[in-house]
């Protein structure tokens, strides 16, 4: 750790290592007689654990000082560290090369020379050295570049991170500036819609108020029938422009909700008994599958009557005649747990499924169905105005609840689902 914080003090270091292990092979080399085999290996074995640490140390603090502040960039960095780690591995080999030829020659000398009675084991110790040594070399070389690969990649993987997070903040201020845009025109239209609908009620009444005083009138019966069907009409587009106004206000989110707790079963027996004539006179038959549970609820009470409502007034303009309603009520946990599982503390849901028999073709989908202004039936033109399931899946989004349309052949199903607004135990 001292070699690594203090560059000079790991170059002397090497340098000393280097020294001390050279001196011994040259003892080697000078005192090649005197010495027997046996301390001729130790000396060269000396010798080698010397000098190893000391190329290891002075190699690399000589890479360090010529690259150690040479980093690559851009998209050529990998080939430049490779051209660079080739040309200094490169170099190692050579140089270890030719190390090994000097002391190849060295040993051939020992070999053929003159010199009798002389021992082999200097020329064998030198040999070996060469080997070990540019083992050592490359090792050392290896390492560093190796290590210079990893700040490459990891400054590469940098960059690319870098590149990714602007295109990420570019798509996001993209979007931010596009939903603003759609916010806007959502706004824009919103406040024409209410803007209307308030504009045209004074007229209305004002219509209205002269179709009461004509009535009053002495009118034949053509007459009568022609202030009939205006005040039926003017009926209806008051009920339009209600709806327009409600659809507009809870699509903005303006919505000033009135919490009260309510039993959803006698919600809908209400809305029953209150539209008992329309349901008599529809020619449908009315069956009712209401849960046992508690189907108590903290929600907007004129909210969720609206929306039942809707969907009753939906079955009646748009069921076949003659054929069976089913309106079902039940529990569901938002945990996914079926009714009667005991869960502590999992939010349950109300269910409301009601289910006819169209008198139609349904040829659209659900998207289609809830669009404002969108009719089931195309062909029909005297009831109904578009609006009924928009205000449906409006209101519910704003109670925080879920509305899905579910349609199999000609059976259509209208699913709602609101939150008790508080956790509550189900029954075991």
Known sequence: MILERNRDLAALAGAVLMVLGGSCFLMLLVFRDEIGDELGILTGVLGNLLFSPGV?????????????????????????????????????????????????????????????????????????????????????????????????LEKAEEAKEEV???RIEEAREIERKSLEKVSRSDQLRIDLITNVSHDLKTPLTSMVGYIELMKKEELSDVM?????????????????????????????????????????????DQIFADMDDRMKESGLEFITQKTEESTELVSDNMYCYRICQNLLENALKYSAKGTRVFVKTYIKSAGGLAVGCSDAGSTRKICLEMTNTAGYYMDFTKEDIVERFARGDKARTSEGNGLGLAIVSTYTKALGGEFDIRIDCDQFRAVLELPTGTKSFLKD
Not at 249 to 258: F, P, T
């Open 56 to 152: 290891v140390l002075l190699l690399r603090q000589t890479l360090q000082t010529r690259f150690g502040e040479w980093m690559p960039e851009g998209e050529k960095g990998y080939e430049e560290w490779e051209a660079a780690a080739g040309k200094m591995d490169r170099r190692v080999l050579q140089a270890g090369a030719g190390a090994f030829l000097i002391t190849a020659m060295y040993m051939l000398i020992l070999i053929f020379g003159y010199f009798y009675y002389m021992s082999y084991v200097s020329g064998y110790i030198l040999m070996l050295t060469a080997l070990l040594q540019t083992m050592v070399a490359e090792w050392t070389v290896h390492r560093f570049w190796g290590e210079k690969l990893d700040l490459v």
């Open 224 to 268: 009568k029938d022609y202030v009939d069907v205006l005040s039926e009409r003017a009926g209806k587009l008051g009920e339009m422009i209600n709806s327009l106004f409600s659809l507009a206000k809870a699509s903005s989110g303006n919505v000033e909700l009135k919490m009260e707790t309510f039993e959803m079963n006698r919600l809908i």
């Open 164 to 166: 990714i997070r602007q």
